[in-house]
């Protein structure tokens, strides 16, 4: 095309350019076929279609920092092609189709991925320290992470975009932006650090892999720019992972309280209910004493005893969040303990000291059970 057909048609021109830098869109589709696929294959696997429980997610790759943090690092990748939702999904595909087949001729193909890649790594990054309990999902850092790279194109190759070309940038960037961080405030599993911080990585990175379309130009300083490149995720990445708080063992102590609570709550309810009817037949006159204390102390008091050291064997730090919540169920475990004991002093000796003690360890006994409960209730 000559000089004069190119300054009156400058979008056909940049297109021929484009398509003689990078021939063919690869990247670009291969990604959006890969996130429409991991979220068909979650819907399959019983994942709402718009979007379920955040902790679902787990178990297709959803950045937790717990679990990251705890060795699965690969989270980091795996949750940016994770979607919550058909809507989440959908936005985020048109998204990437429309700025990433520009940026990733304007890039080539492999910038293109390291662009995308480098980002959706460094949102995930930015999203653990700003929120470690947060669970999180989507491209949508990623995505950023590619207009970061356009926006460090046209400040490195300045005026090479032909404005109308710019102008439709401009249109749909905000449109993607402004959705995205509002959904961002709306919506559990996604966050406006991850946004954030791929728009940066993006960025960085866009500036280190910007050269001119033509081949020549783009060929001067290649290795360079690679080993560059190279160094900035080499000391960003493990210096995140160096800042990023181990909140793994934590998650670890709640998960095995959980589990210790669950077990505990089955075999208190069981034996609340003999203690009860252990009271109920002897007040009716169809246990006498002697049968009742062999009843409490040959197999209640035993059975409390075992409960009250299963559930000892928790570890908690210190400082635990639910550091509370284990003392209040070792306090009424134990005065539950001291309550069936006492009972059975009650019925051997029929002392007013033992008949206290029965009223006051019932009293711990509720007061602690009280306590634990409020304090769910304000969870």
């Not at 947060?134 to 400040?155: D, P, Q």
């Not at 049968?291 to 400082?319: N, Y």
Request: hydrophobic share 50%; net charge positive.
């Amino acid at each position: 095309m000559n000089t004069d057909a190119a300054i009156e048609h400058p979008e056909i021109e940049f297109a021929r350019r484009l398509h003689a830098a990078t021939p063919r869109v690869l990247v670009t589709p291969a990604l959006v076929a890969i996130n429409i696929a991991v979220f068909v294959v979650m819907l399959a696997m019983g994942i709402a279609l718009f979007g379920g429980r955040a902790d679902d997610y787990l178990r297709f790759g959803a950045n937790f920092a717990p679990l990251t943090t705890g060795g699965e690092w690969w989270r980091l990748a795996t949750c940016t092609f994770v979607h919550f939702g058909i809507l989440h999904l959908a936005f985020n595909m048109w998204a990437l189709w429309d700025s990433g087949q520009l940026t990733e001729r304007l890039f080539g193909n492999a910038w293109f991925l390291a662009i995308y890649l480098f980002a959706g790594v460094a949102g995930s990054f930015a999203s653990m320290l700003w929120r470690a309990e947060a669970v999180s999902v989507g491209a949508s850092g990623a995505i950023f992470g590619v207009f970061g790279a356009l926006l460090a194109y046209t400040v490195r190759q300045r005026g090479s975009i032909p404005s109308a070309m710019m102008n439709h940038l401009r249109v749909s960037t905000s449109i993607f932006v402004t959705y995205s961080l509002f959904y961002g405030f709306a919506a559990a599993g996604i966050d406006n650090a991850a946004h954030l911080g791929g728009l940066a990585a993006g960025f960085v990175m866009g500036l280190v892999g910007a050269r001119p379309l033509e081949t020549a130009a783009r060929a001067r300083g290649h290795m360079q720019r690679i080993a560059l490149a190279l160094i900035v995720a080499a000391v960003a990445l493990p210096s995140a992972a160096l800042f990023a708080p181990d909140s793994s063992r934590v998650y670890r102590q709640a998960v095995a309280l959980q589990k210790a609570i669950d077990a505990f709550v089955v075999k208190e309810h069981r034996l609340s209910a003999a203690f009860d009817d252990v009271v109920k037949r002897a007040r009716d006159g169809r246990l006498d004493n002697k049968g009742a204390i062999k009843e409490l102390r040959g197999s209640l008091l035993p059975a409390w005893d075992a409960a009250v050291a299963q559930l000892s064997t928790v570890e908690l730090d210190a400082k635990a969040p639910l550091r509370r919540d284990y003392e209040l169920l070792m306090q009424y475990a134990q005065a539950r303990r001291d309550m069936t004991a006492a009972l059975a002093d009650v019925l051997d000796s029929g002392a007013a000291a033992d008949r206290e003690r029965v009223a006051d360890k019932r009293r711990q006994a509720e007061a602690a059970l009280k306590e634990y409960g409020d304090r769910q209730a304000r969870k």
